[in-house]
């Protein structure tokens, strides 16, 4: 189980390099590894009119705000969440995507605690 110092060192290894993450609102977290991730979630209508801060970038945050906000997203998110930190280049992981915090990782006793 996994509390929130935990989470946030997790995220810390992605965001010091990411070029920006995203949010669903729901349960969706992705740590955007490089700027094809950025462009394809905003094609997928993150960040746009609607839901501005559902995608923001490098350029808007530093690394240590990201990792904030992440975990400001994962407190408020619901029983499915996860952290996704995803890549372009899919030789990573499965198809670029690595699970930074997993699906039931942490569980709901300990987000009274985050």
Same mark, same amino acid.
């Given at each position: 189980?996994?509390?929130?110092?935990?989470?946030?060192?997790?995220?810390?290894?992605?965001?010091?390099?990411?070029?920006?993450?995203?949010?669903?609102?729901?349960?969706?977290?992705?740590?955007?590894?490089?700027?094809?991730?950025?462009?394809?979630?905003? $094609?997928?209508?993150?960040?746009?009119?609607? %839901?501005? %801060?559902?995608?923001?970038?490098?350029?808007?945050?530093?690394? &240590?705000?990201?990792?904030?906000?992440?975990?400001?997203?994962? &407190?408020?998110?619901?029983?499915?969440?996860?952290?996704?930190?995803?890549? $372009?280049?899919?030789?990573?992981? $499965?198809?670029?995507?690595?699970?930074?915090?997993?699906?039931?990782?942490?569980? %709901? %006793?300990?987000?009274?605690?985050?």
């Amino acid at each position: 189980m996994l509390d929130v110092l935990d989470i946030a060192d997790k995220v810390d290894e992605y965001t010091s390099e990411a070029k920006g993450i995203a949010f669903d609102t729901c349960h969706k977290i992705y740590v955007l590894m490089d700027d094809e991730q950025v462009d394809l979630m905003r $094609s997928y209508g993150y960040g746009d009119a609607n %839901d501005p %801060d559902s995608l923001l970038t490098s350029s808007q945050l530093t690394a &240590q705000e990201m990792t904030e906000k992440v975990i400001e997203w994962f &407190q408020h998110s619901c029983g499915l969440r996860f952290i996704n930190a995803v890549y $372009s280049d899919n030789s990573i992981g $499965s198809s670029g995507f690595v699970n930074v915090v997993a699906q039931f990782e942490a569980d %709901d %006793d300990e987000d009274e605690d985050m």
